[in-house]
């Protein structure tokens, strides 16, 4: 191996950085150790913010290839041609944790994927739960406040936390269904290979003749879904707080690869109001009997991280970052998320976010945005302004591909609450679930509400009563409430 000598960040040698410079062997240490004080330094500036939601995570690299042109439905490049390989990168979080919590605890999963597709990247930025608590994003930093520690104590469990929990959900019942899954077993996991991943919200696919649709996505895991019970996860956050991130490495290293199968459910526009749900309500599933599931592809993991900080924490989604070919629908919730994603990273990592090699589209980057701090990228010469001449006009705008989808909306403005049934679905799904299922369920929401205040308790009773009478008595009669 060839020899290499240590230096210091400025590239000057280094021939001591285990013994400050001290006055005698038990004098104070000098001002002029630079070789201290920059080590120093630069260890005192190793962090940065946290994701201020979805902290703690894990990511992989690898790759995705239509089974199918999905040309009819989407202009979208990397869906156009069976077997074209488009690479992604993804990363797997936890929705409430810090980034020091434990990878099984009772939350929400966060399944991210960045498709670093020939016309910029494609972020489709999901969870592992198909639904989700709220309708309207003016409500999330409330719900994050309320599934976030106690600010007062910092502590995630105990009465206090559990009061504050289903305090804010007895208060929005649209959460009921979001419930029935996030207490089913499918809350608590042990792999990223084994779960389910959905966009949630509803998005809309384009064609080259302008024709759009709703699209709703899945992601099913190749190697079958598997959860874990409230014991073992409990367990394991114990002994094995990082089981997940760990398999989802030792797994790559071990020559394996991680796959799932994307699919999707399309509605036509028209059909949008003859739906007896808001499809555009991101706290209702779409049937699948109604809107069959559609293979689109598959992708595959099959490249570890070299480094988790430069490649996994400072990765940055955005469900703004969509290319020709997708679209948003008007679901409240998506609308409030193409903003804030760009600007907490702005924040949390710098301005010049989009020059990390994970977050760096894999095609140039044509436009006059400049400088910043830690720019390292730059136009050449000196026209750095549009329109130009100097420049030869230069970068041109893109021509548009195909034909723009027509859009009209109308409407008075005014703050609305978005109506909706909150309990129909949930209802449903609590019918159907098999009897094992429903002992968990109810178990397990039994062991966090046991906990809470009295009259809290009432009130999200009341919402477990109206979603199933039976369902509400066994939580009510678990919890020793009489109703
Ligand atoms: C109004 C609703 C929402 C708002 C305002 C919101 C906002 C945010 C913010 C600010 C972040 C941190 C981003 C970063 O620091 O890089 C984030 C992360 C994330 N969000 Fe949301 N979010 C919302 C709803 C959702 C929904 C519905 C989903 C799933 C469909 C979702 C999935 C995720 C995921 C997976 C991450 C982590 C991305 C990563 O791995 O870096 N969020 N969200």
């Not at 993804?90 to 980034?99: E, Y």
């Not at 990223?192 to 696919?205: C, L, M, P």
């Not at 649709?213 to 598997?226: D, F, R, T």
Request: proline residues 7%; contains cysteine.
């Amino acid at each position: 191996m060839a020899k290499r000598y240590l230096t210091s960040n400025q590239g000057a040698p280094v021939n001591d950085d285990q013994n400050s410079l001290s006055v005698g062997e038990r004098g104070p240490i000098l001002l002029e150790d630079i070789v201290f004080l920059e080590k120093i330094s630069h260890f005192d500036r190793e962090r940065i913010p946290e994701r201020v939601v979805h902290a703690k995570g894990a990511g992989a690299f690898g790759f995705f290839i239509p089974y199918q042109s999905m040309a009819s439905l989407t202009k979208a490049n990397f869906l156009q041609d069976p077997g074209k390989k488009t690479p992604v990168f993804v990363r797997f979080s936890i929705a409430g944790s810090s980034v020091g919590g434990a990878d099984t605890v009772r939350d929400i999963r966060g399944f991210a994927v960045k498709f670093y597709t020939e016309e910029g990247n494609y972020d489709l930025v999901g969870n592992h739960i198909p639904v989700f608590p709220i309708r309207d994003p003016i409500q999330f930093p409330d719900l994050f406040h309320a599934l976030k520690p106690d600010p007062v104590t910092n502590v995630r469990g105990g009465p206090v936390a559990a009061s504050r929990f289903w305090d804010f959900m007895s208060l929005r019942p649209e959460s009921m269904n979001f419930l029935t899954y996030l207490f089913a077993d499918n809350g608590t996991v042990k792999s990223y290979r084994t779960i389910q991943g959905y966009g949630v919200n509803t998005y809309s696919w384009v064609n080259l003749c302008g024709e759009e649709v709703y699209v709703k996505y899945h992601w099913e895991p190749c190697a079958g879904v598997e959860y874990i019970d409230s014991k073992t996860a409990v367990q394991l956050a114990g002994t094995d707080p990082d089981i997940a991130s760990r398999d989802l490495f030792d797994t790559i290293a071990a020559g394996h690869t991680v796959e799932f199968e994307m699919r999707v459910q399309i509605m036509n526009i028209e059909a949008e109001c003859e739906q007896p749900f808001d499809p555009l309500d991101p706290t209702k599933i779409w049937p699948e009997n109604l809107f069959p599931l559609m293979s689109v592809g598959r992708m595959v993991l099959n490249k570890n991280p070299e480094n988790f900080f430069v490649e996994v924490e400072q990765s940055a989604f955005s469900p703004a970052a969509i290319v020709p070919g997708i679209d948003f629908s008007n679901d409240r919730i998506l609308q409030g998320r193409i903003f804030p994603y760009g600007d907490t990273q702005r924040y949390r990592i710098g301005v010049n976010y989009l020059e990390l090699p994970t977050n760096m589209p894999r095609r140039s980057v044509e436009n006059m945005m400049q400088d910043g701090a830690m720019q390292t990228l730059y136009n050449q010469g000196v026209v750095n302004y549009l329109p130009n001449t100097l420049g030869g006009g230069m970068p041109m705008e893109a021509p548009e591909k195909g034909k723009p989808a027509q859009k009209f909306v109308s409407g008075s403005v005014a703050r609305q609450e978005i109506a909706g049934d909150n309990y129909y679905q949930a209802r449903c799904r609590y019918r159907t679930m098999s009897v094992l299922e429903r002992k968990h369920l109810v178990s397990n929401i039994v062991e966090s509400l046991s906990q809470a205040y009295e009259p809290i308790q009432r009130r999200i009773i009341e919402h477990f009563l109206r979603t199933d009478s039976e369902f509400g008595s066994r939580i009510a009669q678990g919890i020793n409430l009489i109703i």
